[in-house]
């Protein structure tokens, strides 16, 4: 994988709709990018992905990723959903990854066996999608994303599919696999918890353009809109 | 208080009785006029056997032609919700032409396009000394005509309701897009697809106007089953009873075949 | 004015049954008269039709054209009518032996096949002998229907061992696939060969005399008025309805 600091710097109109983002995440940070509803977030990371057109650029270090197909761009991404293949076992869908790529069957083997692992997944193998919990879900979905060791990951709410119960669980198991990640990572979500445990810097999103930008902790002095002050009081939106 | 459970309404219960009656009745004198004595003896008959193997074996590449043609076209179909409105509706007419037209109609047009003197089939007896009618192909071209919607409409209903960011994730993973339809599309629109292909199946297996004009009907080359029964209706009305039980039977287990759970999206389910 | 010398003389003949029977005219209240015809009358008794409502102006005719055998079981299926004209004995047979008919069944016509080919004969065809010839497409009827079972007799008469490429489900399928020119030659009906007009050409077949298919009429039990339906009958069989048949091909009753 080529390291290297993801900038983002776009502009996208729709009716009724202006977005103006630009931010830029080193190599093993990851960004929090808050914000109320449809302030942007989710159509920020689509705008990273590909799966939407914008005015501006994308760049990983010296590449520029806009101009390139969602295939060719190596940017992991989570779901929300997880959006597992539900036609696929555990095995299956980590694999897909490595073997759409065409690379060698052994090589993915390898690779796959090591993901199962590492996630603790091992067990679930041979198992679909519809017969694991959410929180094994959202471990296969993050081995899925980094089995072709994408040069960015993007994390769309990770954790928001989950019962309160087994969040903090899993949080702490995520964090943990952020830090093992050596490229920059952009998680979306309204939670101020994920934020605290997960991020090093934060942007907050409202009505289209950037209200904040800077580190977690500075967020607590944080006072320019409403929006800002409730996250400045550790309310979760 | 009155009602405990959450009944259906019989304003709804009754009519719907009356239209199932009305479906199966007539299909219930069948089996009960049936020459039961005799049945084996007229189905194990030659020229019955001859045309129910010409009747599935054509069904089958007939079937065979819709999924290689049909699928792309149900794929075509499901993404034109993106189009202008005029080509959208007017691609799916197009589509659905077939299912409301009487099928001789549907052989007339095959005759007049590919037929000795057809637009195409003129130039095909011309240069390459190629017939189509009176050949088991046009059994086959007839079988398509009449089949083909019955599988692009229940895939397209498939694709609709499959959820497309599926596909979005398959291409962060680094797939093509080929690899996306083949690995996750497709496999996503299973169900849809053998639905679609078992109506194709048992829609081809039953024609009869578009076949028996286009194709003509000569025993072992075009008599298919449907053919069969009819002639037999002129000359042994108990030898058509037994051969509509026959065909009867083979679209009955087909469709039984077509569980629900092989219909998302199709039966709601 | 053939046509008026002839409804003169159809006028008298009525004349001359007005005195054994009352005459139907004599009644005020419209009657109507449920005909059931083979297909292949369609044409002729429409005309038929035509002519006996001028001389009995009180009475309606509606017909139910058909396959004779279709028509033979709704028939037998008690299906409301007054008189049915049969393609063929067999048909009639099924009708008489469900006693649904008054009377004997009379043959009006008789039919005799002919061999068609397209407009201008692109293969040739010049005799029966050709059907055999197996690089020409041939249609001929299914042996189940009437003019596939007559087709068979013909050419076993004549010795011919056909090599057809069809055997269609009605003499006007045969027919639609020589208008189409998909097939070179056919054997048809006479009269099917005379409705086509010019669109087809007919070769006359020596011996084609010999195989006919003879029409039988009879009136029904069912039918309200029985009076009426038997000088329905009677007018095909007088000198107008043969006059009529006559120019549609058919052949006389002997």
Known sequence: MTTGELDVDFRLVRPGFDLTVGFAVGPGRVLALLGPNGAGKSTTLSCIVGATEFVGHVRVGERQLDGLSIDERRVGMVFQEYLLFPHLTVEQNIAFGPRARGGRKSEARVTVAALLERFGVSDLRHRRPAQISGGQAQRVALARA???????????????????????????????????????????????????????????????????????????????????????????? | MRRTKRGVSPVIVVPALVGLAFLVLPLVALVVRAPWGSIVQIVMKHEVLTSLLLSLGTASLATAICLVLGVPLAVLLARSAHWHVVPRRLLRALITVPLVLPPVVGGVALLLLLGRRGIIGQWLYAWFQITIPFTPAAVIL???????????????????????????????????????????????????VSAGALLCFTRSLGEFGATITFAGSFPGTTQTL???????????????????????????????????????????? | MVAAAVVVAALALAGCSAQSAPSPTATAA?????????????????????????????????????????????LVAASPGDVFAAASATTMKTVTDASLVTGAPQIFVTNSLELVVPKGNPANVTGLGDLANPDLSIALCAAAVPCGAAALRLLAQEGVTAAPDTLEQDVKAVLAKVELGEVDAALVYR????????????????????????????????????????????????????????????????
């Open chain 2, 226 to 269: 449907p053919v069969t029964t009819y002639l037999e209706l002129q000359r042994d009305p108990d030898a058509a009873i037994a051969l509509s039980l026959l065909l009867l039977a083979v679209a009955v287990v087909v469709l039984v075949g077509l569980r629900d759970r092989w219909l998302p999206g199709v039966t709601g389910s």
């Open chain 1, 146 to 237: 980094l089995a072709v060791d994408p040069d960015v990951l993007l994390l769309d709410e990770p954790l928001a599919a989950l019962d309160a119960e087994v969040r903090e669980e899993v949080r702490a198991d995520l964090a943990l696999h952020l830090r093992a990640f050596a490229g920059p990572t952009v998680l979306v979500t309204h939670s101020i918890a994920d934020v605290r445990a997960l991020a090093s810097d934060v942007i907050v999103l409202e009505h289209g353009s950037v209200s904040y930008r800077g580190t977690v902790a500075g967020l607590v002095n944080a006072d320019a809109t409403p929006y800002l002050r409730q996250l400045a009081r550790g309310e979760s939106l």
């Open chain 3, 30 to 74: 419209p009657v109507t008269l449920t005909v059931y015809a083979a297909a292949s009358l369609t044409d002729s008794f429409a005309d038929i039709a035509k002519e006996f409502e001028k001389q009995y102006p009180s009475v309606k005719i509606t017909y139910n054209f058909g396959g004779s055998s279709a028509l033979a079981a709704q």
């Open chain 3, 191 to 254: 009269t099917d060969v005379t409705a086509a007009g010019d669109k087809v050409e007919g070769i006359d077949v020596p011996g084609a005399d010999r195989v006919v298919n003879r029409y039988p009429i009879a009136v029904l039990k069912s039918a309200p008025n029985q009076t009426t339906a038997r000088a329905f009958v009677d007018f095909v069989l007088g000198t107008t309805g043969q006059a009529i048949l006559t120019k549609a091909g058919f052949g006389a009753p002997n």
């Open chain 2, 142 to 192: 007839a079988q398509v005509f009449v089949a083909m919607p019955f599988l692009v409409l229940a895939v397209e209903g498939a694709l609709r309701t499959s959820d497309r960011r599926f596909e979005l994730a398959a291409a962060t993973l680094g797939a093509s897009r080929w690899h996306v339809f083949r690995r996750v599309t497709l496999p996503l629109v299973g169900p849809g």
